[in-house]
């Protein structure tokens, strides 16, 4: 069974860097794709990048500027980087597995961030 799980800081300030972390078991990280997702309050989900088998990144244009997505193969991990943070990246953030198809399949449980001072 695949497992994902995510952790990180709960509380930002806002211009700081959030460093958030996916930690995988039951898979090995260089055998899929796997992305970041967001939900902020009364909004929908958010896209943010996908890191792929071969360690290409994709980036939604309307976080490209600021995101950065990494992984560690010896380790199962993939990392996510956001900058400049302001409120409105105050969020729930998860970490998923992206199929060929467009599916994401398994997802971690998510963890909340808030930006404030």
């Known amino acids: 069974q695949v497992q994902l799980q995510e952790s990180g800081p709960g509380l930002v300030k806002p211009s700081q860097t959030l460093s958030l972390t996916c930690t995988v078991s039951g898979d090995s990280i260089a055998s899929y794709a796997w992305t970041w997702i967001r939900q902020s309050p009364g909004k929908g989900l958010e896209w943010i990048g996908v890191?792929?088998?071969?360690?290409?990144?994709y980036y939604n244009s309307s976080l490209e500027s600021r995101a950065s997505i990494s992984r560690d193969t010896s380790k199962d991990q993939f990392f996510l980087q956001l900058s400049a943070l302001t409120p409105e990246d105050t969020a729930v953030y998860y970490c998923?597995?992206?199929?060929?198809?467009?599916?994401?399949?398994?997802w971690g449980q998510g963890t909340q961030v808030a930006v404030s001072s």
């Open positions: 890191i792929s088998r071969d360690g290409n990144v």
């Open positions: 998923a597995r992206w199929l060929e198809s467009g599916q994401f399949d398994f």
